[in-house]
């Protein structure tokens, strides 16, 4: 709808995967990506919008090689739709011949070991071959200043911009906290802290419930909120959340949703007092989910990234990733618990 503003837009999506949003479909011409080949010539520029998913993107790249545009580029690691596109897909030959191009010859023996069937994540974010969309097209498109130093760095002549990720602030207005918190049944005198998004290791989950354990002693009243999808033991072997909420004794203080509709979820934002959103691994992209807390005045903490220096610490509260992570984070809830003026000033 912004670019609207100036320019005229078709938009191409995955195939068989409807566009539903009526602000969408209501206003724009939507049609399926096997059809940009024979429509392409009507168009002035191509803009593709990239992520770290075969679910969503896996037509994309060939796309993307083929009819070069501006790419904006979500997950700087790419790995993962890349293994799982071509080493998955047997196409070993091509998937060498990248890593050799960007990483030389040591990023070709890691091919090979890939197309043995040695698969190491940690390569994955090492070697992230974003290249592999940024070199083919006439730019790219950035959310921080560290992944377009990073692209630089490797390349001068990749043309990349900056440009902060879009978030309509919401009308508060329309979240009053008190009738959210009857509406799903959470006392008004609790202090809830919310953390949202798949319920994960890589969410640091288990961090935030041993620091909220740790922190929860002094505050009888506190209660966790846990908001989206558990990864269950069966989906994640030696993952078990529920034995670690019971054997940190926390289970009465410790609410967990479930999957959460879109609009649910920002119900859920906005009925907390303090929000978490950690990451690690990361695939260095910019959290839309922290942009999110933040448009409604909520204070946030969040994982020390490098791909987080644009997050000024007045309005956010930095945890480090090393050993000091779970005492860090209990003093900042505790902090945000005593100082009521600390905490709606942060946010």
Not at 168 to 197: C, H, M, N, S, T
């Amino acid at each position: 709808p912004f670019l609207a503003k100036g320019a005229e837009i078709d938009l191409f999506t995955e195939d068989g995967v409807p566009a539903t949003n009526p602000a969408i479909v209501n206003h724009f011409p939507v049609f399926s990506h096997k059809e940009f080949p024979q429509r392409r010539q009507r168009y002035d520029l191509y803009l593709y919008q990239m992520g770290n998913n075969t679910k969503y993107h896996a037509y994309m790249d060939d796309l993307i090689q083929q009819y070069p545009g501006i790419v904006t580029v979500h997950d700087v690691a790419l790995q993962h739709y890349l293994v799982e596109r071509f080493i998955l897909g047997y196409r070993h030959d091509e998937y060498k011949e990248m890593m050799r191009r960007y990483y030389g010859k040591f990023g070709e023996v890691i091919a090979q070991n890939f197309a043995w069937g040695r698969i190491h994540e940690f390569i994955f974010y090492q070697l992230p071959l974003y290249q592999r969309v940024v070199a083919p097209s006439l730019g790219a498109i950035v959310h921080s200043s560290y992944v377009k130093n990073k692209m630089r760095q490797y390349d001068p002549s990749y043309r990349v911009e900056w440009i902060n990720m879009g978030i309509v602030p919401p009308d508060l207005a329309q979240y009053p906290k008190e009738r959210l918190r009857e509406k799903y049944q959470i006392p008004q005198d609790k202090f809830v802290i919310g953390a949202y998004g798949y319920v994960s290791p890589g969410k640091r989950i288990p961090e935030l419930l041993s620091a909220f354990a740790a922190f929860a002693k002094d505050a009888p009243d506190a209660i966790c909120l846990l908001v989206g999808h558990l990864v269950e033991p069966e989906e994640l072997p030696g993952f078990d959340m529920r034995k670690l909420i019971r054997e940190l004794g926390i289970e009465s203080q410790v609410i967990i949703t479930g999957f959460t509709p879109y609009d649910q979820f920002f119900d859920y934002i906005a009925l907390s007092d303090v929000c978490v959103n950690l990451r690690h691994p990361t695939v260095r992209a910019t959290s839309a989910n922290i942009l999110k807390i933040m448009a409604f005045a909520k204070p946030v903490l969040i994982s020390d990234l490098c791909e987080c220096l644009d997050f000024p610490t007045t309005a956010c509260i930095k945890i480090p990733l090393n050993d000091k992570e779970e005492g860090r984070m209990t003093e900042a809830l505790q902090k945000l618990y005593c100082d009521r003026e600390y905490r709606e000033t942060l946010g």
